[in-house]
């Protein structure tokens, strides 16, 4: 990319050549060599194109998780969290053995027992995470070390939609006291593919852990 200096102000392609205007100064860059049709169709493209198929369904996948958690996440204060939480649903979608490269899927890798652990290890900017001190055992939540009854605990529970990018979720919100197990009724079938995301929080309001279980 070039600036010029010239008498005639021209804008649009000449020859290989494109000219335009960049903030307020006149701009000449050559045609990118890029080639819709040869994309979709050379074979020398195939790698690109599935990176590049992966990589949306990635994106729409953490984008339909996110909304569902979106009044929680915000208060992780984490101006890239965007980011960090894209390359968790790729780190996820890359532990997909079944099927080919190309249409490996964020679904298949959560059904693995590393894409859970990776689901359950990632942290919410500064927000302590959830584990170990909860986990979900046949529609039973137990808790572990807690040591005050003065929090309160939200379960949002989610049945993903993994072909359509839609995320059925309920929210169950209730005390929490070191040691205790509470019995979930979410309405989902015991047979559902679920994940289960919880925060506490103070009397306050104030968010002191958060992440899924």
């Given at each position: ?17 494109v000219f ?135 379960l949002v ?57």
């Amino acid at each position: 990319m070039a600036t010029y200096e010239s008498i005639i102000k021209i804008k649009g392609a000449v020859g290989d050549l494109v000219f335009y205007t960049l903030n307020g100064k006149n701009v000449v860059r050559k045609k990118s060599g890029f080639n819709k049709t040869a994309f979709t169709k050379n074979p020398s493209y195939e790698k690109v194109r599935q990176n590049s198929t992966e990589f949306g369904h990635c994106s729409r996948m953490g984008k339909a998780l996110r909304s569902c958690l979106s009044s929680y996440i915000k208060e992780a204060g984490d101006p890239l969290l965007y980011q960090k939480f894209a390359r968790l649903m790729t780190s996820v979608k890359d532990l997909d053995l079944t099927s080919e490269r190309g249409k490996r899927t964020v679904g298949n890798g959560l059904k693995t027992e590393q894409g859970k652990k990776l689901l359950k290890e990632f942290q919410f900017g500064n927000v302590k995470n959830i584990v170990p001190e909860v986990r979900i055992e046949a529609q039973t939540l137990y808790t572990n070390h807690y040591h005050t009854v003065t929090n309160n605990i939200t379960l949002v529970i989610i049945k993903p939609d993994f072909e359509n990018y839609r995320m059925e979720f309920v929210e169950e919100t209730f005390p929490l006291a070191s040691g205790q197990s509470v019995s979930l009724e979410p309405g989902f079938s015991k047979d559902d593919f679920l994940l289960y995301f919880m925060v506490i929080k103070k009397e306050d309001g104030s968010i002191t852990h958060m992440g899924f279980i």
